[in-house]
């Protein structure tokens, strides 16, 4: 069965400094990725994807993510966070041919001045 | 109104009450999603649907009861519930099943009482 685990629960980090939030997921099958961030009061939305291809993928807000297949890993990360990046981000994963998407339990990314 | 609706964006209510969440989607997709979001856990899929029929039952409780009269409607009724049924309840929607990228809406902050 498919899994996602997010090593890191908060990610405290000055503004402007980079930043990384770890995901790393186990599945026996082929698998598409997925980064959502929610910000306070509101539904998750959606940063990047990894579907096939290029193993960089760019999304919205500067952030990018590299797919990993040998270490099982979706990393998500930005050079340069800004304080309205605080929030909490998921990382997620669908199995080829089925319709679940399992998500991880979350990471609270806090920009600090 | 575009992207995903919810009403109402908080509700309290007694364990005794009777209550029903909507859901709404203006983007034409076919496939619809309930999740229940609980503080320092990942999101719990509890319902799917797709074309209006239900392809998933996530273990939920019978004191929670969908209904998807056609494909841009989603509700989710509820019945004597717990305090420990307090939580976030988003609604997703997707293209189809096998369009793994979902459109959240903003989610219903229930409180029972």
């Known amino acids: 069965a498919q899994s996602v685990t997010q090593l890191d629960s908060q990610v405290p980090v000055f503004e402007e400094a980079p930043v990384e939030l770890r995901c790393n997921y186990s599945s026996s099958v082929s698998v598409y990725l997925f980064w959502y961030v929610q910000y306070p009061n509101q539904g998750l939305q959606l940063l990047l994807k990894y579907l096939s291809g290029s193993t960089l993928v760019k999304g919205i807000n500067g952030f990018e993510a590299e797919f990993n297949k040998s270490q099982t890993s979706f990393h998500l990360r930005k050079p340069s966070v800004h304080i309205s990046d605080t929030a909490e981000y998921f990382c997620?994963?669908?199995?080829?041919?089925?319709?679940?998407?399992?998500f991880g339990a979350g990471t609270r990314l806090f920009v600090k001045a | 109104e575009t992207g995903v609706t919810q009403t109402p964006r908080h509700l309290v209510m007694g364990m005794t009450n009777k209550k029903s969440l909507k859901c709404e989607q203006h983007?034409?997709?076919?496939?619809m999603y309930w999740y229940k979001q609980s503080a320092k856990k990942p999101l719990e899929l509890m319902f799917v649907?797709?074309?209006?029929?239900?392809?998933e039952n996530n273990s939920v409780p019978s004191r929670f009861s969908p209904e998807c009269p056609n494909s841009s409607h989603l509700f989710l009724h509820l019945h004597t519930l717990q305090p420990e049924d307090s939580a976030l309840y988003l609604c997703a929607s997707s293209q189809s099943l096998t369009e793994y990228e979902q459109y959240f809406g903003p989610g219903t902050r229930l409180t029972v009482t």
């Open positions: 649907y797709s074309l209006e029929e239900r392809v």
């Open positions: 997620a994963v669908s199995e080829s041919g089925g319709f679940k998407t399992i």
């Open positions: 983007l034409g997709h076919n496939a």
